[in-house]
T-cell receptor
Framework: RKEVEQDPGPFNVPEGATVAFNCTYSNSASQSFFWYRQDCRKEPKLLMSVYSSGNEDGRFTAQLNRASQYISLLIRDSKLSDSATYLCVVGGLTGGGNKLTFGTGTQLKVEL | NAGVTQTPKFRVLKTGQSMTLLCAQDMNHEYMYWYRQDPGMGLRLIHYSVGEGTTAKGEVPDGYNVSRLKKQNFLLGLESAAPSQTSVYFC?????????????FGPGTRLTVL
């Protein structure tokens, strides 16, 4: 089982739609959670951190369910510029120390 | 601030050749990392460093060596390149929050080994 699992997509949605991405993680001792965004052939960039109480940043809402080891990202009113790959990232003790583990990403394509 | 920079951006090697990838950061971060990204595999940690003069193995260290002689620089070496090392290589750095904090990435190096 992968440490961080995501549906690879692609998710093709019309502009203005609401889309949700899910992610599960296997390490119950994980301590930090993030969503990163990666544009084609570019480096990953932090979209938002994910907190236990849930958090919102404009059109983006992230939720964390520690009991189910599940993270979600909701994007409302999708824009063409939201087209990218979204990486679920989990931080915790693995092997020799604390590390971030990256999911393989979910691809989003927003269309006219 | 330039953030995290990587040199070179692209490189083509023949099997058996060697090369060094340079990563530099100007954010005074203690932690630095080297990842490779392959289709369908996600980012995989090659080596990392928690401070100047220290390095440690990540998930896929075989065939690579690293050095952190200066806090701002982290070098990744391929002594004898193999086609399996064709990949996109990303360097990252972070604050010393025990390795659990946000990482800042460089623009990547696209390496092809023939």
């Amino acid at each position: 089982r992968k440490e961080v699992e995501q549906d690879p997509g692609p998710f093709n949605v019309p502009e203005g739609a609401t889309v949700a991405f899910n992610c599960t993680y296997s390490n119950s001792a994980s301590q930090s959670f993030f969503w990163y965004r990666q544009d084609c052939r570019k480096e990953p960039k932090l979209l938002m951190s994910v907190y236990s109480s849930g958090n919102e940043d404009g059109r983006f809402t992230a939720q964390l369910n520690r009991a189910s080891q599940y993270i979600s990202l909701l994007i409302r009113d999708s824009k063409l510029s939201d087209s990218a790959t979204y990486l679920c990232v989990v931080g915790g003790l693995t092997g020799g120390g604390n590390k971030l583990t990256f999911g393989t990403g979910t691809q989003l394509k927003v269309e006219l | 601030n330039a953030g995290v920079t990587q040199t070179p951006k692209f490189r083509v090697l023949k099997t058996g050749q060697s090369m060094t990838l340079l990563c530099a950061q100007d954010m005074n971060h203690e932690y630095m990392y080297w990842y490779r990204q392959d289709p369908g595999m996600g980012l995989r940690l090659i080596h990392y460093s928690v401070g100047e003069g220290t390095t440690a193995k990540g998930e896929v260290p075989d065939g690579y060596n690293v050095s952190r002689l200066k806090k701002q620089n982290f070098l990744l070496g391929l002594e004898s390149a193999a086609p399996s090392q064709t990949s996109v290589y990303f360097c990252a750095s972070s604050y010393p929050a025990g390795g659990l904090d946000e990482q800042f990435f460089g623009p990547g190096t696209r390496l092809t080994v023939l």
